[in-house]
């Protein structure tokens, strides 16, 4: 089981940092089309947002963009470095346990952080809404969501 949380939580980083690289990701996800910030920011689109809200977004993007600019370079040194610090555990002559959960411990509290700042800038943005496009995004969302799920069921069953 940990050794399972040793190979699983890289790769849960990796998804992550595909999502935080500001929509250059041009490949398909889980969900095909679904998946990644460009369907959320067509969806902003279809709110009418006035002038003054596309400035504040747009503004909003530009500064998360530099944000996130610096801070991968720095997450993929340290996902290095854990990646490293795995493979030493995994060649060790003795399982240590107590390593390995501690190295675990490390990766998954970098990748809350992560999530965490790819939320408040979530956040950020779409309390730039009024009430009214909140309900709007909402009902946008809810419905873009159960699209994807049906083409992610479709997909199963093939």
């Not at 990701?25 to 369907?39: F, L, M, Q, S, V």
């Not at 240590?96 to 800038?121: T, Y």
């Not at 969501?145 to 049906?150: L, R």
């Amino acid at each position: 089981m940990t050794v399972a949380m040793v190979f699983a939580v890289p790769m849960m980083l990796g998804a992550v940092s595909v999502f935080a690289d500001g929509g250059k990701y041009h490949g398909k996800g889980h969900y095909g089309d679904c998946d990644g910030p460009r369907g959320e920011r067509g969806m902003m689109e279809s709110l009418d947002l006035t002038d003054a809200q596309k400035e504040r977004m747009r503004s909003l993007r530009e500064s998360h963009r530099a944000e996130m600019h610096d801070n991968m370079a720095q997450g993929r040194d340290t996902m290095k470095a854990n990646h490293d610090k795995m493979q030493d555990l995994l060649l060790a002559e003795n399982f240590d346990e107590n390593a390995v959960r501690e190295l675990a411990k490390q990766m998954s509290d970098q990748q809350i952080e992560r999530r965490v700042s790819m939320m408040k800038q979530r956040h950020d943005m779409l309390n730039i809404l009024t009430p009214e496009q909140k309900a709007q995004y909402k009902t946008l969302h809810a419905e873009r969501q159960a699209e994807c799920m049906a083409k992610w069921k479709e997909k199963r069953s093939e």
